[in-house]
C-alpha cells in the first residue's frame, strides 16, 4: 500500500517548537518515528527537507510522508469494559475513561482506544483532524481514569481545540503523592519539556515550554497526601512531573521516582490520578457544562487500605 502525503498547517499552540516535538504532537507518532522521517528526508517544506533543529511557524505548511503502518492500520473497533459515556449530544461525548484505554491509536500501542470504543458501540465522532486522531480535542494518558471530551461535530472540534488552548477549559484533579505537601495550598510554575536523556519521560528544564500547577491539599494520610490539582497550561505527563519534582511522586509512578514498596502495599500498579472534574462552554450552544465522576475501584481501594477515613 502506498505511504500516505499529509499536507499540515502548523497550528499555533506548537508555534515555536522545534519539529520534531510539534510533528510528535500534532501526529500522534513516537518522537523517535518522527526523528526517522526527518533523517529521511520524508518532511518538507516549501519542497525542501526539513532538519531536526528547525522550529515551526504557526501557518507554515509541511507536508509528511507518513510511515507505512500509520496509513494501513485502520483504527481497530475494539468494544471496551469500563468506558462509560457521561453525556452524549449531536456536537460531542463526555466519557469516564477507565485505566489501560488510549485516546487514539499510536505506533506501538496494541490496546483499546477512545476513538475505537465510541464507533464500535455506534458513535459517530468528528473528522477532523488526523484521521488516527478522529474527535480528540485533549487526551488523557494510558494509565490515567476520569474525564475527557471527544468532538463529534467539526463545528465542536475546532471550537473545543481552541477552547483548551485559550485554557478557558477547567480540568480539576485528584491524585495521591507521597509525603505530605507543605504549604497545604499552592502554585508549581516550573517549565517542562522532553526529558534531555530518556525519550520517554519529561522533566522541568530551563528552556522547556511554561506549565502552571496549581493544588490544595484534601487529606493527610499516613505518609501520603490527597491532593486537588488544576492545570492552567496542559502540558503531556504535567502533575506527574511537576509533583515528582518537588519529591513528592505520585503514588504507583515509578516512571517519575514513586517507592515501588509504597505502591504495592497500596495495590497501585499505575499513577494515582483521576481526572476528576470538567468545567467548559458548549462549543455550539453556549451553555455553562460541568461533569463530575467518582473514583474507579482501584483508586478506593488503595484509599482504603490507608484508613477508614470519609473518602471525598
Known amino acids: 500500500m502506498a505511504r500516505e502525503l499529509r499536507t499540515l498547517s502548523v497550528p499555533e499552540g506548537v508555534a515555536g517548537e522545534r519539529i520534531d516535538s510539534a510533528l510528535t504532537r500534532v501526529l500522534g507518532l513516537s518522537r523517535t518515528s518522527v526523528v526517522r522521517l526527518l533523517e529521511d528526508g520524508d518532511i518538507t517544506t516549501n519542497g525542501e527537507a526539513m532538519m531536526k533543529s528547525a522550529r515551526v511557524e504557526a501557518g507554515q505548511i509541511i507536508e509528511v510522508l ?20 457521561v453525556f452524549d449530544d449531536d456536537d460531542l461525548i463526555v466519557i469516564d475513561k477507565p485505566v489501560g484505554c488510549a485516546a487514539h491509536p499510536s505506533p506501538g500501542w496494541t490496546g483499546p482506544t477512545v476513538v475505537g470504543a465510541l464507533m464500535a458501540a455506534g458513535y459517530s465522532v468528528s473528522t477532523s483532524g488526523p484521521a488516527e486522531r478522529q474527535g480528540i480535542v485533549h487526551r488523557l494518558d494510558v494509565g490515567t481514569s476520569g474525564l475527557m471530551i471527544v468532538a463529534k461535530s467539526d463545528r465542536a472540534f475546532s471550537v473545543l481545540k481552541e477552547a483548551f488552548r485559550d485554557r478557558s477549559v477547567e480540568k480539576i484533579y485528584h491524585a495521591l503523592i507521597q509525603g505530605h505537601m507543605d ?30 500547577t496549581h493544588y490544595e491539599v484534601i487529606e493527610f494520610y499516613r505518609g501520603v497526601s490527597l491532593v486537588q490539582v488544576e492545570l492552567e497550561t496542559g502540558r503531556t505527563h504535567q502533575i506527574r512531573v511537576h509533583f515528582s519534582a518537588l519529591n513528592h511522586p505520585l503514588v504507583g509512578d515509578m ?22 472534574e470538567l468545567r467548559f462552554k458548549h462549543p455550539v450552544s453556549g451553555h455553562d457544562m460541568r461533569f463530575e465522576v467518582p473514583y474507579p475501584a482501584d483508586l478506593i481501594g488503595s484509599l482504603a487500605l490507608l484508613s477508614d477515613a470519609v473518602l471525598p
Not at 72 to 80: D, S, V
Open 66 to 85: 507518513l510511515p507505512e503502518q500509520i496509513n494501513a492500520a485502520p483504527i481497530p473497533l475494539t468494544p471496551l469494559d469500563g468506558l462509560r459515556v
Open 183 to 212: 504549604p497545604t495550598t499552592g502554585t508549581i510554575d516550573a517549565p517542562i519539556d522532553r526529558h534531555p536523556k530518556e525519550d520517554h519521560r519529561f522533566a522541568v528544564v530551563a528552556q522547556g515550554k511554561p506549565s502552571i
Open 255 to 276: 516512571t517519575y521516582g514513586a517507592d515501588p514498596v509504597l505502591a504495592a502495599s497500596l495495590a497501585m500498579s499505575r499513577p494515582w490520578l483521576h481526572a476528576k
